[in-house]
C-alpha cells in the first residue's frame, strides 16, 4: 500500500471534531423555531429577521475575528464561544419580545463564530498538509452530521412533554461540557506563542 503520509487522526483532529459537530448540533436545534415563534404570537413578518439574526453575526465577525486567531489564543476564544452560546441558551427564557430575541440570537451567532472560527485556527495547526483535502471533507460531514439528526428529534421532544425553551436550557448545560474536550487539545509546538512579527 502506498504510504499516505502522517494520520489525519490525531487526538487533537478528533477531539476538535468533536466540539465542532456539538456546535453545529447547538445550532440545528433551531430548525423549527418559527414554531416556536409563531407559539409566543410573534408577528410573522419579524419570523425571518430573528431566524437569520445569529447570522448577521457570522456576516460581521468571522472577516475581523479570524485574521486574530491562530494556535496560541484560539482554545480561549473558543470557550468564549461556548459561554456566550450556554448564556445565549437560557436567556431564551427570559426573551418573548422581538427586540430581545433578535439580542439573544445575536449573542448566540457571535459565540458560534467564536467557536468555529478559532477551531478551524485550531485545526488549521494540527492538519498534515498533503492530507488537507481529506480533512477537511472530514470536517464538513462533522458538521453536517448533526443537521441530519438533530432537528427531527427536537421535533419529537417538543411533542412530547419537553418545551422548546426547556430543550435549550438543557441544551445550554451539554454545551458547557464542551469545555472539556477542548481543555484536552495540545496546541502545535509551532503555535504556541502565536505568529511571529516581524
Keep these: 500500500m502506498t504510504n ?9 483532529f478528533i477531539l476538535l471534531n468533536v466540539v465542532l459537530g ?11 423555531f418559527h414554531h416556536y415563534l409563531r407559539s409566543l ?28 486567531l491562530h494556535g496560541g489564543n484560539a482554545k480561549k476564544a473558543c470557550a468564549a ?3 456566550m452560546m450556554a448564556v445565549s441558551l437560557v436567556l431564551y427564557n427570559f426573551a418573548t419580545t422581538p427586540a430581545a430575541i433578535a439580542c439573544v440570537r445575536l449573542m448566540q451567532g457571535t459565540g458560534f463564530v467564536f467557536l468555529v472560527a478559532a477551531t478551524m485556527a485550531l485545526l488549521a495547526s494540527n ?3 498533503d492530507r488537507s483535502g481529506e480533512s477537511i471533507g472530514i470536517i464538513s460531514i462533522t458538521r453536517l452530521i448533526p443537521y441530519a439528526l438533530i ?20 441544551a445550554a448545560g451539554v454545551a458547557l461540557l464542551f469545555l472539556i474536550p477542548l ?12 505568529p511571529e512579527k516581524g
Excluded: K, N
Excluded at 499516505?4 to 487533537?12: L, N, V
Excluded at 419570523?47 to 479570524?66: E, R
Excluded at 481543555?183 to 502565536?194: F, K, M, Y
Design 4 to 12: 499516505r503520509g502522517p494520520s489525519i487522526y490525531t487526538r487533537e
Design 22 to 32: 456539538s456546535a453545529a448540533a447547538v445550532m440545528a436545534l433551531f430548525f423549527q
Design 41 to 68: 404570537g410573534i408577528d410573522p413578518r419579524w419570523h425571518g429577521f430573528l431566524i437569520g439574526a445569529d447570522s448577521i453575526a457570522g456576516i460581521v465577525l468571522q472577516p475581523l475575528l479570524s485574521p486574530y
Design 81 to 83: 464561544g461556548i459561554c
Design 127 to 129: 492538519i498534515p498538509l
Design 151 to 170: 432537528p427531527p428529534a427536537v421535533v419529537y421532544l417538543a411533542g412530547g412533554s419537553f418545551s422548546f425553551v426547556s430543550i435549550c436550557t438543557v
Design 183 to 194: 481543555a484536552l487539545v495540545r496546541p502545535a509546538v509551532e503555535d504556541q506563542r502565536g
